[in-house]
């Protein structure tokens, strides 16, 4: 059972990296089920009455395995059932760049002591980077070992597109679902000063000359959306091994983004 905050089909580089988890697990013989705590990322804690019910379904289905992503496991932590989960990055971080506002601090505080709940109550910890290793560990006081199982890609998917490219204006990408933290407003500035025309993929907005929103895409249609670009722009603020960037590589898109750590 893959446990996630948002649906599993959803935007989202989390969801993608459980989908394709599904996936793989899927096409080796394994039965697998996702469910989901929350419908959004904005409020983290709005559904945790819901997902009550969840560990209901849970446990009436009796998975060999449970693996959660960020603080969707947090029931299941108070539970008595024994989980993996795997670390993506902290709360913390995925506040600091959005309204600070006092219920964004507030929300943050709570997310952040149910996703130190979760880690320290997993009977396996997997981060996603050594980076992601690292920061976990001194943020929550993390004794017990932590293993690291980086982000991949479907190479049979994601692969250059046969196609020219449009030598006269080129066409650049931008995907996120957070963009304060993904840097959008970088992004659309840096594609009006090129010249660019800029698609943006995961969030909703009014199209304008040279812009234009695409809104959600689904994680098994991503790699349409990939040969479409020439190039990905991707200068997010704060990043721990993101997924977007190794499918556009994988696509062969050339990609220009932050100089982070992650």
Known sequence: ??????????????ENVAFNIMKQLEENGIKTFGVHAYESYKNPIASAIKFRSVIKSIEKSKPDIVHTHDTSGYWISKSDMEYIHTSHGTWRHCFEYTTKSLET???????????????????????????????????????KKMHIIHNGVDTRKFKPRQTKRNKERLTALWVGTNPALKGLDIALAAAKIAGMKLLVVGVDGNDTQGVKYLGRIEP????????????????????????VPLEAMASGVPVIT???PG
């Open 1 to 14: 059972c893959m446990v996630t905050t948002g649906p599993i089909d959803g935007p989202g580089g989390v």
């Open 105 to 143: 601090r507030i929300v943050q505080k709570l997310a952040s002591s149910m996703e130190k709940n979760v880690v320290n109550n997993a009977k396996i910890n997997v981060a996603i980077s050594n980076f992601v290793k690292r920061y976990v560990s001194e943020e929550y006081d993390i004794r």
């Open 220 to 243: 098994i249609k991503m790699h349409t959306i990939f040969n479409m670009a020439d190039i990905l722009l991707f200068p997010s603020r704060f990043e721990s091994y993101p997924i």
């Open 258 to 260: 932050s100089d982070l």
